[in-house]
């Protein structure tokens, strides 16, 4: 059987081993999920201004000592995850975040599937206290907290509500769409 070449907006994913994932050139875009390599396409230019703008909120609103990053890596155990941003900690070891990030926000791209049902699960088992979910074409944002192994909604906001969210360190107030002014 011939292997299907993926539409343009769809992520690659190949089966290889950690050690074959850890020989990849550190700027390509990628994650390593269920012992494959996952390359996701290029995000679109509304994906990126609101992962910024969330960045910079919630930079802002860090205590210090923690610090919001977008596009970094977390390897919590056997995966390693490229969540869109996370707060954690400042003093990280290596090139990974392998502690546990206080929150994790992903900006839906056109297959939200792999955010809302694999990562989000994936997430939940381990042990990610508060997830955060943007839908640019909403716009709305969601957020849940893990609550006896599985996700909670606790609070949402569409178009130009605003609502007050925790992301364990601190809180901010979010305005879906004043993330794409």
Known sequence: MARREPAVDEPVVVPMSWAEY????ENVRHEYIGGCLVVNPNPIFR??????GLVRLLNDACPPGFWALGESAWKPGADEFGPDVMVCERDIDGVRLTGTPQVVV?????????????????????????YWVVDPAAP????????????VE??????????????????????PSELLA
């Open 22 to 25: 850890q020989a990849l050139p």
């Open 106 to 130: 992903e900006v839906l791209s056109s297959r939200p599937a792999n955010d809302l049902v694999r990562k989000s699960a994936k997430y939940a088992a381990a042990g990610l206290p508060r």
């Open 154 to 175: 606790v609070a949402v906001a569409t178009g130009n509500e605003r609502v007050e969210l925790d992301f364990g360190v601190g809180r901010v107030t979010v305005c």
């Open 140 to 151: 709305s944002i969601t957020a849940f907290e893990l609550r006896d192994g599985g996700w």
């Open 47 to 52: 994906h990126q201004w609101i992962l910024h």
